[in-house]
């Protein structure tokens, strides 16, 4: 009776492989039939004379051993053989040097050969369901997700999607604003698919700047349909993000169709970025103009462009320097992430105003706390004199460091 509880055991077993998800029918039909042979090897020597059915909608399977009739007596091979007298129970009308095919019963294999079995099912459909989800999610990077929010830890958070794959997603891939709970369905993009030691794991974002993109996509119709084309985006999450369109029919103004009337296609945009300010601005093959516009709100006057070393120097009426580098140096830092040029930028001098640039202090002061002031919009002597002492705090330069510079640039124009 035991032997017989292992039988139906392991019918039992079948029914609960065939219920994983990710592994396509034929797949696993392969891999129950791989299993067997490997049993039946070990046991017979060879799987060569022996027939494996799967029956996966009954949740089993039928094997048959085809052993070749010799006269009684004449058996040398039993796992190949079979003498007459058996032979004719099985098929009474046989006769010697015919085949005949035996049924083999899970009870003949033993417990140990059930066990060993199992072992090896498990393990083959533990790999098959990892590399399907590597496989399905891989194809899936850089597409919207949507999850429920299942575990919230202090560095990442869990989420399932609706086949319950678990999605994570760590801290530094959620918006400063996000705040969840427990049930709450999520939007990311899948950011990327980590296999370490053929153990798959999904990290999924709403930082990365292809969400951004993909949002866009499923706001505006034009952009899907590639009538509108997302050129480039810069954005610090949460905050403040541009996002650079371009249209390819001179019918479609492609700030307008991203917007929406009143503002009806991108708010939804914002709401989802938990009201993150996006500057949408019309792309231009023209550096000097696309580094204009990326700049908005502020204005300028006059543009230098070195395009071998993608440098611009910015030359702006002295209140709109302020709209130019932006709060914190977030307004420059972005245009210089959407264009790709460093943007230094310089206030236009009134009639029988001095200024200099800070690169004539090089002698004074360090190259690398120069190019640290440059890289918040500050090249000039009285930009930083005039700087906003928040706006300072950026470069993260040492007090004493500080006061250096001031000193120096002070001292200029004492003289």
């Known amino acids: ?33 791989e299993s067997f042979r490997n049993v039946l090897a070990k046991m017979f020597g060879s799987d060569e004379n022996f027939d494996v059915i799967m029956n996966p909608d009954r949740g089993d399977c039928e094997i048959y051993q085809n052993l070749e009739v010799v006269e009684d007596g004449e058996v040398e091979n039993p796992d190949r053989e079979i003498a007459l007298s058996d032979a004719k129970e099985i098929d009474p009308e046989c006769e010697v040097g015919e085949d005949v095919t035996k049924r083999i019963y899970f009870e003949k294999f033993g417990r140990r050969a059930i066990l060993n079995l199992r072992q090896t099912l498990q393990s083959k459909i533990l790999d098959l369901q990892k590399d399907a989800i590597y496989n399905k999610f891989k194809e899936k990077e850089g597409e919207i997700i949507v999850g429920e929010v299942h575990q919230i830890w202090k560095r990442e958070m869990l989420l399932l999607d609706e086949e319950q794959n678990e999605l994570l997603m760590p801290k530094e891939e959620q918006i400063p604003g996000d705040f969840f709970h427990k049930g709450d369905m999520v939007r990311a993009i899948v950011k990327r698919v980590d296999n370490t030691n053929n153990n798959p794991k999904v990290i999924v974002s709403r930082t990365d700047e292809r969400f951004m993109r993909r949002l866009f996509e499923q706001e505006v119709p034009e952009i899907n349909d590639g009538l509108v084309t997302i050129k480039a985006v810069a954005r610090k999450p949460g905050e ?93 830092r972005l245009a210089t992430q959407l264009t790709g040029y460093s943007i230094d930028v310089y ?24 190019e640290a002031l440059k890289d918040l919009g500050l090249g000039t002597a009285k930009a930083v004199i005039n700087a906003d002492p928040k706006l300072l705090e950026q470069a993260d330069l040492e007090d004493d460091t500080l006061e250096h510079v001031m000193n120096v640039l002070k001292a200029e124009f004492d003289d």
């Open 1 to 33: 009776m035991a032997k017989k509880a292992e039988s139906v055991n392991m019918v039992d077993r079948f029914a609960e492989f065939k219920e994983y998800k990710n592994i396509d029918k034929a797949t696993m039909i392969s891999v129950l039939e």
């Open 347 to 370: 206030r236009d001098l009134e009639e029988g105003e001095e200024d200099i640039y800070l690169d004539e202090f090089r002698d004074e002061i360090d190259g690398w706390v120069i």
């Open 240 to 332: 403040r993000a541009k996002v650079a369109v371009e249209s390819y029919d001179d019918r479609i103004d492609p700030v307008g169709t991203c917007v929406g009337i009143k503002g009806s296609r991108i708010h939804g945009i914002v709401r989802e970025l938990r009201n993150e300010n996006i500057d949408v601005i019309p792309y231009t093959a023209n550096p000097s103009l696309f580094i204009q516009r990326s700049l908005s709100p502020a204005k300028v006057s006059s543009i230098r462009i070195n395009e071998e070393e993608k440098k611009a120097e910015v030359f702006l009426h002295p209140e709109e320097v302020s709209l130019a580098i932006g709060k914190g140096g977030l307004n420059i």
